[in-house]
């Protein structure tokens, strides 16, 4: 009886064509999309447990497209195809309401979910980010000097009023709490930066040293959360203060922050971090969760059979226990949990070394991320205790930093190289030992 029923289930399942693998933990398991000819998502979103979005890039020759999904991303279907353009926000109101920011000078509306769209036209502005607060309320924010600015409307796109506008400096973030306070963040020719406004706009307020933002929440008019330059940061005091609630330097993890989910003032899901096996040269992208407001971190690899390569950019959490977390790459996909992830989760610790894990060669591996801005983690083995120096060098061949200068016994090892007060650009790492010297490039991009 027991086989009669596992041949049903297996036989609905084949049927029904669902794109997804059972990981082997059976507590994450991995969704693709379409073939959109290697295109790449710029923008998801999920209504409920059930209803999502996604937008891809697009080019000259190839076109973007809208996916949604009424199954929790097991399938998606392209609502919404355009030649020349790219789709770069989405933001949805509820299952049938939402707006998709694209360029060039684009807006496109729907009041079905996705089955027929109403184009509003920019006038020139190339939008980087949007805020849609209601129907008729949309703020957008463009990173061009011509053009480009802040801009609101109160009257669903028909007319626009223009925020803020500079040369050389433009935002190409925003995110606004209610129609007074909000913020903006963008760069200039000295830094990056995060402005507030708290009267709609008519002026914007530099909060010194609080950097910009990718990705930000507000759960109310103080306590925020952003990510910035693969920081995780927090604010009790309406952004006036940041304080950094996660460690970029774990051993042979990355944990860059590039997207999160925040539950509650507890409980918050981020993603973009990697996982660095240097034995066989592979990396994993990870997920953190903190259950206590960022005092303590956990992080899992939900793809440990299924193995994707890549950092997970768009986490997406309804609720404590069922979210995404996807990859850029539309055929890659993502994964989805609907318990919470793995029931095992593996504590983060700041210890850099693990000579418990012993070697057999001696080797230096390649950099990750690389290239890099601003930190890339660098890992090498040592198979006999000896004197390590682990050194920097730029193009010329002059020493930049001594990262290691020390006795170390067998062991594998990770250190971080922070190239933050450096320009763009090739540089060297050495690491030599008694009988032993390799050099290794990486790339500096910012």
């Not at 040293?209 to 306590?223: K, P, R, W």
């Not at 594998?412 to 190239?419: A, K, T």
Request: hydrophobic share 35%; proline share 2%; charged share 15%.
């Amino acid at each position: 009886m027991r086989k009669h029923i596992l041949l049903f289930i297996s036989t609905l399942l084949l049927l029904a064509g669902f794109t997804y693998y059972i990981s082997s933990t059976q507590y994450w398991y991995q969704q693709t999309m379409p073939d959109l000819n290697g295109r790449q998502l710029t923008d998801l979103k999920f209504v409920d447990s059930l209803v999502g979005f996604a937008c891809t890039d697009g080019t000259t020759s190839d076109h973007a497209y809208i996916l949604k999904t009424t199954n929790g991303g097991d399938n998606w279907n392209i609502v919404l195809e355009r030649a020349n353009t790219t789709f770069k926000v989405l933001k949805f109101l509820d299952n049938n309401f939402g707006y998709a920011a694209a360029n060039p000078d684009t807006l496109y509306k729907t009041t079905n979910g996705g089955t027929s769209w109403q184009t509003i036209y920019l006038n020139g502005t190339y939008t980087r980010d949007m805020t849609v607060l209601n129907k008729d309320t949309i703020w957008i924010c463009s990173d061009i000097d011509f053009g480009g600015g802040v801009f609101v409307t109160t009257n669903g796109g028909v007319n626009w009023i223009n925020k803020y506008n500079v040369f050389g400096g433009n935002p190409a973030r925003i995110y606004m709490l209610n129609y007074n306070t909000g913020f903006i963040a963008g760069s200039n020719a000295s830094n990056d930066y995060l402005k507030k406004t708290t009267n709609g706009g008519s002026n914007w307020t530099t909060i010194a040293g609080a950097g910009g933002f990718g990705d930000i929440y507000f759960q109310n008019d103080l306590t925020g959360w952003k990510c910035a330059s693969g920081n995780f940061e927090k604010t009790t005091n309406g952004g006036l203060n940041w304080s950094r609630l996660l460690n970029l330097s774990f051993g042979n993890l990355s944990t860059e922050v590039l997207s999160f989910s925040v539950i509650n003032a507890d409980t918050i899901w981020a993603s973009g971090g990697l996982i660095y096996y240097p034995k066989n040269n592979q990396t994993r992208g990870i997920i953190y969760r903190t259950t206590n407001g960022g005092i303590n971190w956990t992080y899992q690899i939900p793809d440990t059979s299924i193995h994707i390569p890549a950092k997970y950019f768009y986490t997406r959490f309804v609720g404590s226990k069922q979210g995404w977390a996807y990859t850029v790459s539309s055929t890659r996909g993502g994964v989805h949990t609907k318990v919470g992830g793995d029931t095992t989760h593996n504590v983060l610790t700041t210890i850099k070394e693990s000579p418990s894990e012993l070697a057999k060669q001696y080797k230096l591996y390649q950099n990750f991320p690389n290239p890099f801005n601003p930190t890339t983690t660098i890992n090498y083995e040592l198979r006999a205790s000896n004197f390590v120096a682990l050194k920097v060098f730029n193009l010329q061949g002059k020493e930049i930093q001594t990262l290691v200068n020390k006795k170390q016994n067998i062991g594998v090892y990770s250190i971080e190289f922070n190239g933050s007060n450096l320009s763009s650009g090739i540089y060297f790492y050495s690491l030599q030992t008694d009988n032993f010297k390799e050099t290794k490039k990486m790339l500096l991009v910012k």
